[in-house]
């Protein structure tokens, strides 16, 4: 060690360096206080501090990488400082191969080292290295045996199906073995409605507005109730990591309403992309100009009163002033909606509703085919981009393999959205007329029924000269320059 009160030289050049980490040492003492011990240590030594340098280091063994640290060896190299000072050498070093490298530089830069909790360390000598060598090792087997025992008794519960612990799993009592009946009626009410086409944030309005709290005692966000629906512990699994073990406590649901449950889920998915689901209105997307058989787009319409109504306009330009259609035609919304929603319920109060709901009942096991053939097909995509990435495909054989794939694709998106619309006349409940069910049902279904029934609705342009009719007594509108394109 060299000595510090030589008075001919210049004070040694000493770097304090300190680390927050989880591990039992870093907790019982902040950073604030590690700092000041070591440098009370610094002083009484008679070093100067020339450099302060602190990694927050909170996941201990992570291997993350550490500025602090990887300048302080830095400084040690380029012989800028002649001494470290740290709490404890378990501050310094995470493992042993850190630890040979650190000892390899005190060597050959003739660095000292002290340390407040292990006091001076000299690793100038074989004894003062063997020292530093066993804090490293003790220090690194607590950790390491305390993550071990964790890990296995955590692996254990979960083969034995037993609760992860933590926060009461909503539908059961807090050691989450036991059903609580009301709770789980909730659970199983969530997950019919959400096959049945309800969405999770209409789910979550209906929850609040009845007063059922969350297991915590909150009001329910549409996250909450998708959270709580899709949990593999409903039908009696307890997933550890990637794998899943069969659990000890009883489940809510069947497998088979399980199974439902994640076709209705990727049936949402699938359909999505057709008319889009994040739409306010009821019939955006359906309507067409007759003139040029553009879709049209909803516009505020001025009323002689000076109010904005909803409309549909053909529009002459897209947003970058692309041609896009004639941009003749502009129809007001709300008389078309109702006119449209006359039509659905008289079409279906006739009995091809019956046919409809037969056809649909016997597609179910189709549409699980096109759904599990459409995970394929998105795969092969993913596949073929891979096969590019790596230069097994050249450009030319890419685009050609791309584009058959992303057709097929295509085709089945027709084909799953053309059975997933069908299945949800399925789901208006025995008992209920397709009106009342309409009533009670939010955007999503109502727009999925419509998908069901309706191809395209055409708007007609007014014939010059010829006065509007007054529609159901509220506005100049005429049913006849209406055309709706059925599907069914
Ligand atoms: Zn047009």
Redo the contacts with the bound molecule.
Sequence with gaps: MRSSNTPSQSPIQAAIYTRISSDRRGTALGVQRQQEACRELTERNGWQVMAVLEDNDLSAYSGKHRPAYARLLELMETGQLQAVVALHTDRLHRSPMEMEKFIDICDRQNISVATVQAGPIDLSTASGRMGARVYSAVARHEVEHAIERQRAAKLQAAKSGKPSGGNRPYGYEQNGMVIIEHEAAVVREVIDRFIAGDSWRTIAIDLNSRDIPTAKGNKWTPINVRNVAVRPRNVGIRVHNEDRYPAAWPPLISQDKWEDLQLAIKRGQAVYGQRGTGRRHLLSGFVY?S??D?RMHIVNSATRGGDYVPAFA?RKYDINKEPL?????KRRMPPLEELVLDAVMYRLSTPRLDDLIASSESAAPELKQFIRDRDVQTERLNEILDLYSTGELDFSEYKTAKASAAAHLEELDKQIADHAGRRTLVNIPAGQTVQETWDKSDLKWRRELLDTLIEKIYIDPRQPGKAMPVFKGKYRFDPNLIRIIWRA
């Design positions: 100009c003139i040029c553009q053909c259609g004639c941009g003749k035609l």
